[in-house]
C-alpha cells in the first residue's frame, strides 16, 4: 500500500498488525511466575487445620470378672472345683431387708479378694451378691465365716467388723426373729420395768425394741418386742482404742473410744446398785465415747453384764 506523501514522493506504508506482541508475552509470563511463586510459598508455611479423627462406636464388652456366680446348694461348687459354702436356711435369712444395690464399700471388699486363697475370694463375692439383694441375714452370715480366717483377712477385718455391726444392730432392731429378741404378750398388771427385769434387759432397751416413748402406755394383749436375756460383755483395747460388744460370746458391734491415762485393767460388772450401772462404770474406767454411742451401749449393758479393759 502506498501513500503519497509531501513534495509528492510515494511512501510504502505497511499496517500495524492486531493483537500483543513479544514484549507483552514476556511480561505476562514474568506476571504469571510471580503470582504462581507467591501462593506456593505462603500455602508452605500457612498452618493446615486437620481434620480430627472419628472415634470408633463404642461396644460394651463384658469381663469374665464381672460376672458374679449366683449363690447356689450346698456341694453344687465341689463338683465345679471351688470351695463348697454351706448355705444358711432361707427362713433365717429372708427376716431383713435392707435397700437393694450394693454399695461401695462391698464392692471395694469384693475386689480386694482378687489375691486371696479361693475359699475367701469365694466368700466375698457371695457377700457382693447379698449386699446386691439387700439381705442382711445372709450378709451377716457370710461376713462371720470371713472373720473367723483371721490371717486371710487381717487387712480388712476391721471393715468388715464395722460392716457386720451396723448389719446386727439393724437386725436386732427391726428382725421380726433373731437370736437377740424374743416376742412377750403384755398381761393385766405388767409394767414395762417387771418385763425388762424379767428378761434380764434395761428398761430403754424395751422402750427402743418398740418404738413406746411412754412406759404407762402398755395394755394387756399388746405383744412387745423384748431382748432374751442376753449376756452382753463389752471388751474395751486400750491399745488400739476401740471397744468391741459381745453378746451371748459373740460379736455384735465395734465403738471407737478414747481411753484416759491411768486406766486400771480388769473387769468390772454391772449391777442394780447406785454408781454401777453400765454408764457410771464406763465413765469410772475413763473410756470415753461419743454421746450416741454411750447411750446405745448403756442400752446393750443391763445388769450382770460386765466391763473389761485389756491391753491390748
Known amino acids: 500500500m502506498y501513500r503519497r506523501g509531501k513534495y509528492g514522493i510515494a511512501i510504502k506504508v505497511t499496517p500495524r498488525k492486531s493483537g500483543p506482541g513479544p514484549l507483552q508475552f514476556v511480561m505476562a509470563a514474568g506476571l504469571a511466575l510471580v503470582v504462581v511463586a507467591f501462593f506456593s510459598f505462603r500455602g508452605c508455611f500457612r498452618r493446615r487445620e ?23 446348694a ?15 436356711p432361707p427362713d433365717e435369712v429372708e427376716e ?47 461376713i462371720e465365716r470371713l472373720r473367723q480366717n483371721k490371717d486371710s483377712v487381717a487387712d480388712i477385718d476391721d471393715l468388715l467388723a464395722r460392716r457386720l455391726g451396723n448389719l446386727n444392730r439393724k437386725l436386732f432392731l427391726e428382725g421380726k426373729t433373731n437370736p437377740w429378741v424374743e ?12 418385763i425388762a427385769r424379767e428378761h434380764g ?79 457410771q462404770l464406763i465413765e469410772k474406767s475413763k473410756v470415753r465415747f461419743s454421746d450416741p454411742d454411750l447411750k446405745e451401749v448403756a442400752i446393750m449393758l443391763p445388769p450382770g453384764s460386765s466391763i473389761v479393759l485389756l491391753n491390748p
Open 50 to 72: 486437620m481434620p480430627k479423627p472419628v472415634p470408633p462406636p463404642t461396644s460394651i464388652v463384658r469381663l469374665e470378672s464381672d460376672v458374679r456366680p449366683p449363690i447356689v
Open 74 to 88: 450346698p456341694g453344687a461348687q465341689e463338683q465345679q472345683g471351688q470351695p463348697s459354702m454351706p448355705e444358711i
Open 96 to 142: 431383713v431387708k435392707s435397700a437393694p444395690g450394693g454399695s461401695d464399700e462391698v464392692r471395694w471388699l469384693a475386689e480386694s479378694g482378687e489375691n486371696r486363697p479361693p475359699a475367701i475370694r469365694a466368700l466375698l463375692e457371695r457377700l457382693e451378691v447379698a449386699d446386691q439383694q439387700g439381705n442382711v441375714g445372709l450378709q451377716i452370715d457370710t
Open 183 to 194: 416376742a412377750y404378750t403384755v398381761r393385766n398388771g405388767d409394767t414395762v420395768h417387771q
Open 201 to 279: 434387759a434395761t428398761i430403754a432397751a424395751v422402750l427402743m425394741l418398740n418404738g413406746v416413748g411412754d412406759p404407762r402406755r402398755l395394755r394387756p394383749g399388746q405383744t412387745l418386742r423384748v431382748p432374751n436375756k442376753l449376756k452382753a460383755k463389752l471388751k474395751v483395747h486400750t491399745a488400739s482404742q476401740i471397744a468391741d460388744l459381745e453378746i451371748n460370746g459373740k460379736f455384735f458391734r465395734r465403738y471407737d473410744v478414747a481411753v484416759g491415762n491411768g486406766a486400771e485393767l480388769g473387769e468390772r460388772s454391772v449391777t442394780r446398785k447406785e454408781g454401777e450401772g453400765a454408764k
